[in-house]
């Protein structure tokens, strides 16, 4: 089918920047509209941005709005979340999800694959 693998996760001081890649394998056909979501331990995991297919259409949480930026190159097949001015509060693992639809859903339930997600931990 389809595997996705995140990579660019580490650590970065409070203000600092980091982007995080998210490269599709296997029947990447299959892979339209693509997204980024977040989780801490012991909650829910948080919508962070969303993009279809050709780039024309493009959602971010209110939380990182003016701060992150969701892009893709279609002839890599791979999705990057450009993520600017961190904050602890962005503190969790990162999640590239893809969908074989190409509706750019907010929700975890619009969405077909998964990576297994990078850990990105800003510091105070």
């Known amino acids: 089918q389809v595997q996705l693998e995140e990579s660019g996760g580490g650590l970065v001081q409070a203000g600092g920047s980091l982007r995080l890649s998210c490269a599709a394998s296997?029947?990447?056909?299959?892979?339209?509209?693509m997204g980024w979501f977040r989780q801490v331990p012991g909650k829910e995991r948080e919508f962070v941005a969303t993009?279809?297919?050709?780039?024309?259409?493009?959602y971010y949480a209110d939380s990182v709005k003016g701060r992150f930026t969701i892009s893709r190159d279609n002839a890599k097949s791979t999705v990057y979340l450009q993520m600017n001015s961190l904050k602890p509060e962005d503190t969790a693992v990162y999640y590239c999800?893809?969908?074989?639809?190409?509706?750019?859903?907010?929700?975890?339930?619009?969405?077909?694959?998964w990576g297994q997600g990078t850990q990105v931990t800003v510091s105070s």
């Open positions: 296997g029947r990447t056909w299959y892979v339209y509209a």
């Open positions: 999800a893809a969908s074989k639809s190409n509706s750019n859903s907010r929700s975890w339930y619009g969405y077909d694959y």
């Open positions: 993009i279809n297919w050709s780039a024309s259409s493009t």
